[in-house]
């Protein structure tokens, strides 16, 4: 592969670009950059202008993602929140909000931004599911732990890596992108 048609995900997270790998079977080059995040609660909004601040950097083909963790109950927060949540009180601070709910069902996000040189397009995958007071698996990977999609008897951090990206949110988000990057290279051949 041609230096130029390298695709660089953008994150200072090793675990997202192992994930993000797996999932569209192709080599990333991950570039640990921090972004700066707009002060949202809409994680495509958050993604879009990390998309745009990644690309100043002037990477020719580059992916930003970030993900969004929300109670039903209270009207999706954290939400795109939810990092800062956990860098504030860890898990125990989400399973606290989890504790003193009633209905503890939520919705995981992952928004994939991609920008091929010339436009960029936004993936939203989606998972539903509850957050749990009392952790499950092994806690390496933000919230994975307190997530229970719905209508698994495991965890995120219960499952096999295969069985993770089957039902994440960021398996939905990286399938739409791979499908995207197929078709973009159909046409690309198409046109030589």
């Known amino acids: 592969?041609?230096?130029?048609?390298?695709?660089?995900?953008?994150?200072s997270n090793p675990n997202k670009a192992i994930e993000a790998e797996r999932i569209l079977g192709m080599p990333l080059l991950r570039?640990?950059?921090?972004?700066?995040?707009?002060?949202?609660?809409?994680?495509?909004?958050?993604?879009?202008?990390?998309?745009?601040?990644?690309?100043?950097?002037?990477?020719?083909?580059?992916?930003?993602?970030?993900?969004?963790?929300?109670?039903?109950?209270?009207?999706?927060?954290?939400?795109?929140?939810?990092?800062?949540?956990?860098?504030a009180?860890?898990?125990?601070?989400?399973?606290?909000i989890a504790y003193a709910l009633n209905n503890r069902s939520a919705k995981a996000q992952c928004c994939v931004a991609y920008w091929n040189g010339e436009e960029g397009k936004v993936f939203l995958g989606e998972c539903t599911g509850e957050i749990l007071v009392q952790p499950r698996g092994e806690r390496h990977f933000g919230w994975d732990a307190w997530f229970q999609p719905r209508g698994s008897e495991k965890t995120f951090a219960e499952m096999t890596a295969e069985e993770k990206d089957r039902t994440?949110?960021?398996?939905?988000?990286?399938?739409?992108l791979a499908g995207h990057?197929?078709?973009?290279?159909?046409?690309?051949?198409g046109r030589r």
Do not use: C
Not at 1 to 11: K, N
Not at 62 to 75: H, K, P, Q, R, T
Not at 181 to 189: G, N, P
């Open 31 to 87: 570039v640990a950059l921090t972004l700066p995040e707009i002060q949202a609660a809409d994680v495509q909004d958050v993604t879009r202008y990390k998309l745009e601040a990644a690309r100043v950097k002037g990477y020719s083909r580059l992916i930003v993602e970030d993900v969004s963790l929300g109670f039903d109950e209270l009207g999706n927060f954290p939400g795109p929140f939810v990092r800062w949540l956990l860098e």
């Open 89 to 96: 009180a860890g898990g125990k601070g989400l399973a606290a």
């Open 181 to 189: 990057l197929h078709q973009e290279a159909a046409r690309s051949s």
């Open 168 to 176: 994440s949110h960021r398996g939905d988000a990286y399938r739409k």
């Open 1 to 11: 592969m041609a230096e130029r048609d390298q695709l660089i995900l953008v994150s």
